[in-house]
């Protein structure tokens, strides 16, 4: 079934340390976008990209980086984890950047730093 | 940044009907969406709107107006698996979409 993985699904990383979220698509999408979730602050934007090889910041991208080497794969990397990054996070992507195109999520990721 | 305003929490009983407002303010405008979320699980698509006036899907219906930075959804005939988070979201003219932080409708028997 197409759709748009992301792994792990939970972790418990110590500060300091870094880490990857992977976000993989096989839907052939081409805009992709993470978001962190808190509780009472909702869906915020970190970084996102319209297309393999661009990226953009969102609203809340200090800490995080990101890349797009394929159309396929948009990891979120953090560099030095520190606790205000516990949150679970979610990567999204939509057909294109036109306005109608509705944005599928994965299943999240639930990160706890500690 | 974008500015995405909508009420914390509803309730209502089942057989009833909900409106969720949405208001926003967005630099450029290239549509606006509503998606259900489930405790626990990712978000769903639910409506679109980039046109004025009203969409509807079943029981739910999506309305717009651009002029006045306001939408709302409407649920009708409420039933308990309609309890879920109801996040407003706006594409701007960069296409970002952001989302506001949502509204918790409890359907109670």
């Known amino acids: 079934t197409a759709g748009i993985t992301q792994a792990p699904t939970s972790q418990i990383l110590a500060a300091g340390r870094s880490m990857t979220l992977r976000c993989t698509q096989d839907m052939r999408h081409n805009a992709m976008y993470w978001y962190r979730q808190d509780l009472g602050l909702g869906l915020r934007l970190i970084h996102y990209s319209n297309t393999a090889g661009t990226t953009g910041k969102g609203e809340v991208p200090d800490g995080y980086s990101v890349s797009r080497a394929n159309t396929d794969d948009f990891p979120l990397t953090l560099a030095s984890a520190v606790p205000s990054q516990t949150s679970v996070y979610f990567c999204?992507?939509?057909?294109?950047?036109?306005?109608?195109?509705?944005?599928?999520f994965g299943q999240g990721t639930r990160l706890t730093v500690v | 940044g974008q500015n995405i305003d909508q009420p914390t929490e509803m309730t209502a009983t089942e057989g009833a009907i909900v409106q969720i407002n949405c208001t926003y303010q967005?630099?450029?405008?290239?549509?606006l969406f509503w998606y259900q979320q489930h405790a626990g699980e990712a978000p769903t698509f639910l409506s679109y709107?980039?046109?004025?006036g009203l969409e509807e899907k079943g029981r739910f219906s999506s309305f717009l107006s651009r002029s006045k930075g306001y939408s709302y959804l409407l649920l009708k005939e409420l039933q308990m698996k309609d309890s879920a988070s109801y996040l407003c979201?706006?594409?701007?003219?960069?296409?970002?979409?952001?989302f506001g932080a949502g509204t918790t409708v409890t359907v109670r028997a």
């Open positions: 967005t630099s450029g405008f290239n549509g």
């Open positions: 709107n980039v046109l004025d």
């Open positions: 979201a706006v594409k701007d003219r960069d296409y970002k979409l952001s």
């Open positions: 999204a992507s939509s057909d294109s950047l036109e306005g109608s195109a509705e944005a599928f």
